[in-house]
T-cell receptor
Framework: QKEVEQNSGPLSVPEGAIASLNCTYS??????FFWYRQYSGKSPELIMS????GDKEDGRFTAQLNKASQYVSLLIRDSQPSDSATYLC?????????????FGSGTKLNVKP | EAQVTQNPRYLITVTGKKLTVTCSQN?????MSWYRQDPGLGLRQIYY???????DKGDVPEGYKVSRKEKRNFPLILESPSPNQTSLYFC?????????????FGPGTRLTVL
């Protein structure tokens, strides 16, 4: 069983729409959650981190965490063509794997003009 | 400019020929890590280091070695590369150890083992 699961996509949304990206994880004692954006041929870059249940907003991005359901999501409002990329969900290890990180395989997002 | 650098960026080699991929960061970060990225499998952690002379295995350490003799450098060594180590490799660093720390990634090294 994979530690972190994401739908590979592609997820296609029109420009200006809300893109919703989802991620589930298997270790219920995980404590830290990250969203990275990766353009084709480039390295991952951090968009958001979230550690507590609820929502965290940063500009057009909102991360949502539900530890009971082991679910984390990323909403992108007013999607732009420049948001077209692969989005990686990452989960930090729990108390017994505190220095480890687990990544999903990513969801490819296409924002159509 | 704060950055993580990797060299080489591209490498084609043959089975069994030892190679080293270098990683260096100029941010005085304690934590450094190596990942490999394969289609459909995402990023998988190979090794990580919490500080100088402190390293530990990630999820896929077989066939790899690392060392951390200086805080800024964390080389990845393939003693006897095999074709299944063909992959895209990323080095990453973060200010501190522990899973609450955000990682900064290097540009990647694309390795092909023939």
């Amino acid at each position: 069983q994979k530690e972190v699961e994401q739908n590979s996509g592609p997820l296609s949304v029109p420009e200006g729409a809300i893109a919703s990206l989802n991620c589930t994880y298997s270790d219920r004692v995980s404590q830290s959650f990250f969203w990275y954006r990766q353009y084709s041929g480039k390295s991952p870059e951090l968009i958001m981190s979230i550690y507590s249940n609820g929502d965290k907003e940063d500009g057009r991005f909102t991360a949502q965490l539900n530890k009971a359901s082991q679910y984390v999501s990323l909403l992108i409002r007013d999607s732009q063509p420049s948001d077209s990329a692969t989005y990686l969900c990452a989960v930090g290890g729990g108390p017994y794997n505190f220095n480890k990180f687990y990544f999903g395989s990513g969801t490819k997002l296409n924002v159509k003009p | 400019e704060a950055q993580v650098t990797q060299n080489p960026r591209y490498l084609i080699t043959v089975t069994g020929k030892k190679l080293t991929v270098t990683c260096s960061q100029n941010m005085n970060h304690e934590y450094m890590s190596w990942y490999r990225q394969d289609p459909g499998l995402g990023l998988r952690q190979i090794y990580y280091s919490m500080n100088v002379e402190v390293t530990d295995k990630g999820d896929v350490p077989e066939g790899y070695k690392v060392s951390r003799k200086e805080k800024r450098n964390f080389p990845l060594i393939l003693e006897s590369p095999s074709p299944n180590q063909t992959s895209l490799y990323f080095c990453a660093s973060s200010l501190g150890s522990g899973s609450y720390n955000e990682q900064f990634f290097g540009p990647g090294t694309r390795l092909t083992v023939l």
